[in-house]
């Protein structure tokens, strides 16, 4: 089944934009890249020509021969065979990374051709921009990050009714019952699959939990594979380590990531650089620890006490080998990996939200909260609860200490809102940007 994605509105406005400036989308592999622009081609374009530097190694030497524009767009139409006109022709250049000479060529077309609609794509941008001697036309172009298949995403996929039901969520009240556990069960199974786009979708169509499973696991593979293609040798092993590690550190009770625990003796100098990359290919988000929140949060981050979590929960859930039934079952038999799984699934939502920067407040032995968001110029925090039971004393404790205007408790339970705290079901996370705003003006 093929799944709308969000990404499309943005990229046809885009389009429409008089001042865009070419485009580069990017995110991790096996995110739907390539399928979202091929897809925003046949949609809003005549044709589309699309080059693939992985697969077209031939086209590096000529990008690398000239940067004018008119005569790259004369060397596509000789290799594709097809005409490209600035109004009707979307240009995609995929797997950029491989040519720092087409990221480069960028510049031009803005400067020279900016009636051309070129959108670039490269699931290791992010390392290859940071390589040592690789250039980039900043100010030349625009930035779009596509992350795995969100929570209302997959809903809108699996179950049209329940998300026009969904859609309607958007005030501070409670949710019928019904549809209440409806959406908690929806989220259970989100869970388990995740959002890369091949087990979601074939999961919808087969609904065969086995060959989701075995799609995640040629994912992750694939990682590792990258990892062997992409990385200096002696940089290898260090990289492996880290992620054959995360899950052991993300199923600690306080999950800060400790470097001892990737291999005895272990210092940071030496695994920063693996952890960095594995950040940059968009594989694991960091959080970093704060001790006093206050405005701008990453002016008072711990650049030394920070978690990882991955890009995607059903990876996530794969790398614990966790089994299907165990999460789908409910909460007695799910507990020791629940909360780590709540809060993987909590902070994609928020990545893609608020950006990259998140950061969680611990007050040494004393409390800790899941997340800190800024967000319009206020701190907000975010308790994350995996199910029912929100008694914990961490958010507590930091409302007294600092009487923030607004705290955000996540769980299984229904919607309210008391005092300045807002209970949010998890699976509106996808939407705490308007319930903040809602929740901002609307005291109770």
């Not at 920067?357 to 004393?366: D, K, P, R």
């Not at 205007?405 to 008391?418: E, F, I, P, Y």
Request: proline residues 4%; aromatic residues 10%; contains cysteine.
């Amino acid at each position: 089944m093929e799944i709308k994605r969000d990404i499309i509105e943005k990229l046809k406005a885009w389009k429409e934009n008089p001042r865009r400036k070419p485009l580069v989308l990017q995110g991790a592999r096996q995110v739907g890249k390539s399928w979202a622009l091929k897809k925003f081609g046949k949609e809003c374009f005549d044709d589309i020509v699309y080059i693939n530097f992985d697969t077209m190694p031939a086209l590096k030497e000529d990008f690398r021969r000239t940067k004018v524009p008119a005569q790259l767009i004369r060397q596509m139409e000789i290799m594709t065979g097809k005409p490209i006109t600035p109004s009707s022709t979307l240009i995609i250049l995929d797997e950029i990374q491989e040519c720092n000479d087409a990221l480069n060529s960028l510049k031009y077309f803005c400067e020279d051709a900016p009636e051309y609609a070129v959108v670039c794509a490269g699931s290791l941008l992010g390392v290859a921009l940071n390589r040592s001697g690789a250039s980039f036309p900043v100010g030349k172009v625009n930035f779009m990050t596509l992350y795995p298949v969100s929570f209302a995403e997959y809903l809108r996929a699996i179950d049209a009714q329940l998300y026009h039901a969904y859609e309607m969520i958007d005030t501070i009240m409670a949710v019928p019952e019904v549809i209440h556990q409806q959406l908690t069960d929806a989220y259970k199974a989100y869970l388990v699959l995740g959002g890369m786009p091949e087990a979601v979708s074939a999961y919808i169509d087969a609904k065969d939990w086995e060959e989701a499973k075995s799609i995640q696991d040629g994912i992750l593979q694939s990682y590792s594979l990258d990892f062997a293609k992409h990385i200096n040798n002696k940089d290898i092993p260090r990289v492996f380590q880290v992620w054959g590690n995360l899950q052991d550190q993300l199923a600690r009770e306080d999950k800060k990531f400790r470097y001892g625990d990737v291999q005895k003796g272990a210092r940071a100098r030496e695994y920063e650089g693996a952890i960095e990359w594995l950040c940059l290919a968009g594989l694991v988000h960091r959080v970093s620890a704060l001790e006093t929140p206050r405005l701008p949060l990453s002016a008072y981050k711990k650049s030394n006490a920070f978690k990882l979590y991955l890009n995607d929960v059903g990876l996530l859930g794969r790398k614990f080998d966790l089994d299907v039934q165990t999460v789908l079952a409910g909460d007695n038999l799910f507990t020791e990996f629940k909360g780590v799984m709540a809060e993987n699934y909590v902070l994609q939502s928020l990545v893609r939200q608020f950006g990259n920067s998140q950061y969680y407040w611990t007050s040494g032995n004393m409390a800790e909260v899941e997340f800190v968001l800024q967000a319009d110029g206020k701190i907000i925090p975010i308790e994350v609860k995996a199910d029912k039971n929100v008694t914990a004393k961490s958010l507590a404790y930091y409302r007294k200490q600092y009487t923030p205007q607004l705290s955000v408790r996540l769980s299984t339970l229904n919607m309210r809102k008391d005092d300045d705290l807002l209970n949010l079901p998890l699976y509106l996370v996808d939407k705490m940007s308007r319930f903040i705003s809602v929740a901002d003006w609307n005291k109770d």
